[in-house]
């Protein structure tokens, strides 16, 4: 077993097996093992690979996988216009696809229990970490990257959740309240800037690839001033990850998700799965293709496993230029046999299928693009938009950017998706909402968007008529077990 594996489970012995309230019970034993834990390098750089751990790989039972595995783009795929439940006699995504869950959810559980024992680890190794003899460039950098992943966490939980337990420490009280939004984005907000000032500016190969950098921060930090409304700071901090020259739009919207461009030009901070690339990763495989690619493909193609839990909807396929790369890319509607035949299918999202990589399907080593580079200038677009009460050159030369980019159809550029131009800020508002909705199918985004938006309930009206999207579901509900665990989680939230 090797020593990051070792750290991971001696971790989540210590942090993972328990709810969040659980997590905050205070333990003698686990006091002294706080206490005498850091004593060498290792000890710190192992303790940051514990909150990457949880991230992306399993957690102990009750819950599976870890933060991103599934629970987490499931979830805010299924509350939106984006996809349909088709994994069948599992209610819990029923509910989400048509905006009947409650508080009981299995799925929202999942993120809510892996957040927190996430944050947890975080809190472990900023406390503990300072305490190392070791490079002060290198300490510095480990503290970067666990503000980072606590800042990352607590921005999901925030934006779907509202007031959450806002945990810092290592001896929290045993039955916390809720805080407020402002506090919340405040920590999160100093974390970031405390990342973005000590990072790295990269990684290569082999050292530390897949971890968090200073770009990273940077780009998180724009979109939480995005999501408050403060449109000058995301600007500027946009502005200052593309001066950067770290990073590049890959000139195919294809490559962007083949297997070999893994935390390559366009990644900003990925979820990783697998050990493509050498990245940093704690978990064999991750579930995209099984859950996404359509089962026709595993009835004509031997050893493939594709089961077609959740779908794209019509709405969303029909929405797109036929021409559009992404397109193609993104969604699939036809299944080709080993004999040749084709058999027609809902659509269904492919995008994390590299068919050359893997040719089975299955099980991936694709990642979760949290962060790409695409979104740095469809951010700047919008904030330059609301700043301005309008568009201006610069927002138009930023989404065209993107346009252009999905004009390649892997071997010229189409005369399709025209450069916007000339637009009211309503109607570039509206073109910016579609741009995402093209650019990030299948990446956890889309909820987010249409709430910042506030278009949730027309825009799911319009893609799925039997779902019955309300003004409360701009949040999620607090999970029902914590609240029975923890009576200073109440009042629940508004609608639940």
Known sequence: MNNRIYYFLLMSLIFGTFSCTDILVEDPQDQIFVDNYFETENDAISSVNAIYAILNSTSLPPTFGGVYHSSYWVATGLASDEMENRFVGVLEYDQLETFTHTAVNGTLYDFWQNAYKGISNANFAINGIPKVNMDETRKASLLGEAHFLRALLYFDLVRMFGQVPLIIDIEPPLFPVKSATADIYAQIKQDLQFAA??????????????????????????????????????INLCNAVIASG????????????????????????????????????????????????????????????????QVATQNLYNSYDANDRRRAVTLMTQVFALDGTVK???????????????????????????????????????????????????????????????????VEELDVLPDLGNLSYEAFKTALLNERRWEFTGEGKRWFDLVRYGKLKEKVSEAKPNAQPMDFHSLFPIPQEELDLNQNLLPQNQGY
């Open 197 to 234: 000032d000590n990072l790295v500016d990269s990684y290569s190969r082999g050292d530390g690839l897949g971890r968090a950098t200073s770009g990273a921060a940077m780009t998180l930090l724009a979109k939480v001033h995005l999501t408050l409304g403060a449109w000058d700071d995301c």
């Open 246 to 309: 770290r990073y590049e739009l890959w000139e195919d919207f294809a490559d962007a998700f083949r297997i070999a461009n893994e935390n390559g030009k366009e990644a900003i901070f990925n979820i990783g799965f697998g050990d493509a690339n050498g990245a940093i990763s704690f978990w064999e495989v991750g579930q995209f293709n099984v859950r996404l690619l359509p089962k026709e493909l595993s009835q004509q193609i031997p050893g493939v496993n594709a089961q077609g839990w």
């Open 344 to 410: 027609n299918v809902e659509p269904h999202i492919r995008k994390y299928w590299d068919e050359e990589s893997e040719p089975n399907a299955g099980n991936t080593e694709n990642d979760l693009p949290y962060l790409r580079y695409s979104d740095v200038f469809l951010m700047k677009a919008e904030a330059i938009n609301e700043k301005n009460n309008g568009p201006n050159q610069e927002a138009y030369d930023a989404v065209n950017t993107i346009r252009k980019r999905a004009r390649f159809n892997g």
